[in-house]
C-alpha cells in the first residue's frame, strides 16, 4: 500500500497539476507512472483504523451472484457455468469451466482501463488507446491486495423516502449532490481520508422486485432506465477533495441510465479517467443498510479482492463489508 501525505494532496480547484493534463485531472499527483489511482488513498494505518470499526462480527456480502440477471443486462451474453468431470481419470470430482464470462455481468468495479476520456483522447495518467490495447497498463491486477479500508453508506434512497421525495428507482433521475449531503449529515456520519463509499439508491431491490417478464423488457442496451448520482462537476470535487478511494451503488452504472457517451462531463469520463476513481456498480447493499439503520452505524471495516487478472479491465468486487 501506498504512503500518502493528504496533507498535499491538492484540492479540486487546484487541479490539474501536470503541465498539459486536461481540465479537473489529476493526473500526476501519484506519480506519472501511477497506475492505480484514488486506491492509493487506501493506507496501511487506514486498514488499521477500519479493523476497529469491527465491533459485532457481522459480515454482509455486496456481491451479487454472477449470473443474477437474467437476461443480462445491457445486451451481454449469459456465462455458462459447465462443472468438467474428472470420471475419464477414475476420480471422483469435479472442475469449473465459466465459458462467454464478462467480469462485469453482475457485481463489478470498473477498472481504469474501462472507459478513456474523449475529449483527451487518453485513459487514466495519460494512458493511450494503443497502451491499453497492447499491454498490461491499467490492468485490475494494480488494485489486487490493496481493497481494504473504512467503508462508509450514504443511504440516499431511504433518506428521499422519508424527506418525502421518494425516487423510482427504475426511472432515469438523479440523486443530487445536495441529496447525498443532507442523507450524510442525517446518519451522522463523516468522511476521513481514504474512505470507500457505498450509496444506496434502490435500484437492485426494485429490479429483484421486478416480473421476469419487466425484466425482460428492461435488458436491452436501448431500454434499460435506473437511477444514479448526479454527473456534475461539484460532485466529483466533492468526492475528490473528501479523499473517497472508490465510489459503489447498487445501480447498473452509478450515474443515471442511459448516459450520454458523447458528453465530457458524463461521470465516467470525471472519474474512471481523469481522476482514477473505481466506479462499483450493481452492488448489494439492503441488508447491510438495514442493519445500519438499526444500529445507526454507517461505518465499518470493507474487503474486496478484485481478480488478480493482469491487465484485466473489471473485475467483480467480491466484497464484504464487517460491523
Known amino acids: ?102 467480469t462485469q455481468e453482475g457485481s463489478q468495479w470498473d477498472g481504469l482501463g474501462h472507459v478513456g476520456n474523449l475529449s483527451a483522447k487518453a485513459f487514466y495518467n495519460g494512458t493511450t488507446n494503443d497502451e491499453i490495447k497492447g499491454s498490461n497498463k491499467l490492468g485490475i491486477h494494480n488494485w489486487a491486495g490493496r481493497f481494504v479500508g473504512r467503508g462508509i453508506l450514504i443511504d440516499a434512497f431511504r433518506y428521499r423516502q422519508e424527506s418525502g421525495r421518494p425516487v423510482n428507482p427504475l426511472h432515469d433521475e438523479k440523486y443530487s449532490l445536495a441529496d447525498l449531503r443532507a442523507a450524510l449529515g442525517a446518519q451522522h456520519t463523516a468522511f476521513k481520508p481514504g474512505s470507500i463509499l457505498l450509496v444506496r439508491t434502490g435500484w437492485m431491490s426494485a429490479y429483484l422486485a421486478a416480473t421476469a417478464d419487466e ?74 443498510a438495514a442493519d445500519c439503520a438499526e444500529d445507526q452505524r454507517y461505518e465499518f471495516m470493507m474487503v474486496s479482492v478484485p481478480l488478480h487478472l493482469v491487465g484485466g479491465i473489471a473485475s467483480p468486487p467480491n466484497a464484504v463489508a464487517i460491523k
Open 215 to 288: 425484466k425482460r423488457a428492461m435488458a436491452p442496451l436501448n431500454k434499460l432506465k435506473s437511477c444514479g448520482i448526479d454527473d456534475s462537476r461539484e460532485m466529483v470535487a466533492w468526492l475528490w477533495d473528501n479523499r473517497v478511494a472508490a465510489i459503489g451503488t447498487d445501480c447498473p452504472a452509478v450515474e443515471p441510465w442511459p448516459w450520454d457517451f458523447r458528453n465530457p462531463g458524463a461521470l465516467h469520463y470525471r472519474t474512471l479517467s481523469l481522476l482514477g476513481l473505481p466506479l462499483g456498480e450493481q452492488f448489494v447493499l439492503d441488508p447491510l
Open 1 to 102: 500500500m501506498a504512503k500518502i501525505d493528504f496533507s498535499k494532496i491538492p484540492q479540486f480547484s487546484q487541479l490539474p497539476v501536470k503541465p498539459g493534463a486536461p481540465p479537473d485531472s489529476n493526473w500526476g499527483v501519484f506519480g506519472d507512472d501511477d497506475q492505480a489511482g484514488c486506491v492509493n488513498f487506501l493506507t496501511e494505518e487506514g486498514v488499521v483504523e477500519a479493523a476497529r470499526l469491527v465491533r459485532k462480527g457481522k459480515v454482509f456480502r455486496l456481491d451479487t451472484p454472477i449470473n443474477y440477471a437474467s437476461p443480462p443486462l445491457f445486451d451481454r451474453q449469459p456465462v455458462h457455468h459447465t462443472k468438467k468431470s474428472f470420471e475419464s481419470l477414475g476420480l471422483l470430482g469435479y472442475d469449473d469451466v465459466l465459458d462467454g464470462y464478462n
